[in-house]
């Protein structure tokens, strides 16, 4: 059971703008900056937003991120069938002095 | 640019070691905190444990506390999972990963390597 609360699933078609949630406590978003990573299918993750809302170099505009108390959203705008992939959040828990992480979000381009 | 090159998985009998590598460079390897994660088949990525730049500052996840030993050799910007006492819920890959300079998730994560434990 992850520490980090993501829904597993979501899906928009292409061109849509999706969200996808995640949700923590006091001791890990409340207090710590949050990543968002991507993950292709058979790939390793790949850093996607870093400090809440910062894109990495070559993260396209398309993807934001906001953080609001204990969660985060992770939003993509004009959804490509190549952002079909995992999605986690990801941060600093101050309790467990480790790095938690959601249980991910697969995202379905229809 | 960051490259984090994992070696050493392989297939093990339950009870049996084995030791991952992860080689390391495009960064000041010596002062950067590094992990290990794992995914199992289908699953999530769960943090197994994590390493100062000084090597003096360790943890490690409840799950492979006391089995697993995280270790560095900076001469060869290296990182190194020496994992004991494996048991069949070790089956997983294996990512090596760089920190950001204070503690929190990574930056880069390596290729992975896939540990198969299985009589």
């Known amino acids: 059971q992850s520490v980090l609360t993501q829904p597993p699933s979501a899906s928009g078609t292409p061109g849509q703008r999706v969200t996808i949630s995640c949700s923590g406590s006091?001791?890990?978003?409340?207090?710590?900056?949050v990543n968002w990573y991507q993950q292709l299918p058979g790939t390793a993750p790949k850093l996607l937003i870093y400090?809440?809302?910062q894109r990495p170099s070559g993260v396209p505009d398309r993807f934001s991120a906001s953080k609001s108390d204990t969660s985060t959203s992770l939003a993509i705008s004009g959804l490509q069938s190549e952002d079909e992939a995992t999605y986690y959040c990801?941060?600093?828990?101050?309790?467990?002095?480790?790095?938690?992480f959601g249980g991910g979000t697969k995202l379905t381009v229809l | 640019q960051v490259l984090l090159v994992e070696s050493g998985g392989g297939l093990v009998k339950p009870g049996g070691s084995l030791r991952l590598s992860c080689a390391a460079s495009?960064?000041?390897?010596?002062?950067?905190?590094m992990s290990w994660f794992r995914q199992a088949p289908g699953e999530g990525l769960e943090w197994i444990s994590y390493?100062?730049?000084?090597?003096?500052?360790?943890n490690y996840a409840d799950s492979v506390r006391g089995r697993f030993t995280i270790s560095r050799d900076i001469a060869k910007s290296s990182l190194y999972l020496q994992m004991n006492s494996l048991r069949a819920e070790d089956t997983a890959v294996y990512y090596c990963?760089?920190?950001?300079?204070?503690?929190?998730?990574?930056?880069?994560w390596g290729q992975g390597t896939l540990v198969t434990v299985s009589s």
């Open positions: 495009g960064f000041s390897f010596g002062d950067s905190y």
């Open positions: 390493i100062g730049g000084t090597s003096s500052h360790t």
């Open positions: 006091r001791s890990n978003i409340g207090s710590n900056t």
């Open positions: 990963t760089k920190d950001p300079p204070l503690q929190g998730p990574p930056d880069f």
């Open positions: 400090n809440d809302n």
């Open positions: 990801a941060t600093w828990d101050d309790s467990l002095n480790g790095p938690v």
